[in-house]
């Protein structure tokens, strides 16, 4: 069976119309954040995507000692870069309409040309002190359409050289600007510095490029390669994880809402981190059977021994590859927002039982004249009294259990999507598996005179008794995995 030869003209089609998309959609979310009602709604419905803690809630902050870094040198040189490429895509769209070029082609260098213009106007007229995420992710897109077109042509020109380096110093420059552009406390330890509890963690400091390496964590790692750490070899926690300032917003928050219950202030505490967590689930959940599709393209391609579809063969190799980096990224992203997670929960739970604790009355050693006051007063005085048993019960034990919930949160919900895609394959495969019995029955009672006479019928019964073999085999598979699922469902439920 011949498949249809490999084109990659599609995917250049959909990424030629990628920077019109982010220019759209950049205007328009301008547009109604420009209007104070849309804006209002907006800053609701986004409440959940927000940090919990900000500078002002944090102790340590002090606002006349803070100093922003100056990002002007890295500002003039991607002011520069943009408004080149500007020029170039509009030299390009002038050309192709003297020339009466494709239409298609004049209206995406044209459009291109304003989103290049458009981030290096809003450069000029607002220097930024934080990544410029919508010039990085342009870059990005213009960097994969030109790698596409690199891959067709075969042989790229100078000018396609050219703008490869300049997209890769915009993604240089671009990536190296810190996160957040002020540090929550002055004493907050630098990318580099030999690690020390002198110094909160450095993760409040670090660039972009830092936050996709996790290379700000390398002298922690150095350290500990020499000798063994010590507490004073160790950063302090970020002031975003001090008891105190989450004690502090907990205490503002419960008089705000009073009837507020403590489960859900801790999801809405840890919202963002939730989402970005379930996010990344859910990626891989969907994701995680693309290696496999590409492995068998990969081996159809090899076998058909064309020499024509060994660049498909490449083209999914590379797939693979990326697919795998990108796994193992959001595993670090999955880890570390889980972590903050139960740090956070641990550390509200820690002062939320502190607190009701001293609420409470001490009743040891308090005994009752008449016995059937102290009866009738029993269950009234244990929902008000506390004693260090039921403290430490509960921040041994009830504390880290709750925490270690919202650090498996994802993998919760994850469980059921996981099990449906991996029922819909193998139901496919028993779908394809029964087809290819009853083609074969089909067959054999059609021509069952010609094999009859031919002297095929033993041979062709064979051939149908294996093709009902490997159906029974992938039924087994299938009852399997339905017996699994209702015994856990049913553990889980117990």
């Known amino acids: 069976m011949s498949s249809a030869p490999f084109d990659l003209s599609n995917f250049r089609a959909v990424w030629d119309l990628a920077p019109s998309i982010l220019l759209s959609l950049s205007i328009l979310s301008s547009i109604l954040l420009s209007v104070p009602l849309l804006n209002t709604l907006l800053r609701k419905a986004g409440s959940p995507l927000r940090n919990f803690l900000h500078l002002e809630d944090l102790s340590e902050y002090d606002a006349k000692k803070v100093k922003k870094a100056s990002q002007s040198v890295k500002n003039v040189f991607l002011i520069c870069i943009s408004f080149l490429h500007g020029a170039a895509w509009c030299a390009d769209a002038s050309y192709s309409a003297m020339v009466s070029g494709p239409n298609h082609h004049v209206l995406v260098a044209s459009t291109t040309a304003a989103a290049w213009v458009y981030p290096a106007l809003r450069l000029t007229i607002k220097p930024p002190t934080m990544p410029p995420y919508f010039l990085i992710t342009l870059a990005t897109v213009q960097m994969v359409s030109l790698l596409l077109k690199i891959w067709v042509a075969t042989v790229p020109t100078w000018l396609d050289a050219a703008r490869l380096v300049t997209l890769l110093a915009v993604l240089s420059i671009g990536l190296s600007y810190p996160i957040d552009s002020v540090a929550p406390s002055p004493n907050t330890a630098r990318v580099g510095d030999i690690p020390s509890n002198k110094f909160t963690s450095p993760e409040d400091a670090v660039s972009l490029s830092n936050w996709f390496t996790f290379s700000f964590m390398d002298p922690l790692f150095k350290v500990a390669g020499i000798k063994t750490l010590n507490p004073e070899d160790v950063w302090q926690l970020s002031p975003y994880f001090k008891h105190r300032n989450l004690f502090s917003k907990y205490i503002s928050t419960s008089q705000r809402n009073p009837h507020q219950s403590l489960l859900r202030f801790l999801f809405e505490s840890n919202s963002l981190d939730l989402i970005i967590s379930f996010a990344e689930s859910l990626y891989k959940s969907v994701t995680t059977f693309v290696p496999s599709f590409c492995l068998q393209r990969i081996l159809q391609a090899l076998e058909s ?153 033993r041979a062709w019964s064979n051939k149908v008794r294996t093709a009902r073999e490997t159906e029974l085999k992938i039924r087994v598979k299938q009852n399997i995995v339905d017996i699994i699922i209702s015994f856990i469902w049913c553990v889980c439920l117990v």
């Open 305 to 457: 021994h064309d020499p024509a579809r060994r660049k498909e063969a490449y083209f999914y190799a590379l797939g693979t590859f990326i697919f795998h980096c990108s796994f193992a990224q959001l595993d670090l992203f999955g880890a570390w927002h889980a972590r903050r997670c139960y740090e956070r929960t641990r550390g509200q739970m820690f002062c939320a039982i502190h607190w009701k604790s001293l609420k409470r009355r001490d009743m040891r050693g308090k005994t009752s004249a008449n016995k059937s006051d102290k009866e009738g007063q029993e269950d009234e005085e244990s929902a008000n009294t506390a004693d260090i048993g039921r403290v430490v019960n509960l921040i041994t034990g009830d504390t880290y259990a709750v925490a270690q919930r919202f650090w498996e949160f994802p993998a919760i919900f994850m469980a059921p999507v996981r099990c449906t895609i991996a029922l819909v394959f193998l139901y496919r495969r028993v779908t394809a598996a029964k087809d290819l019995r009853m083609s074969y029955v089909d067959e054999f009672f059609q021509s069952i005179r010609f094999l009859k006479y031919m002297g095929w019928e």
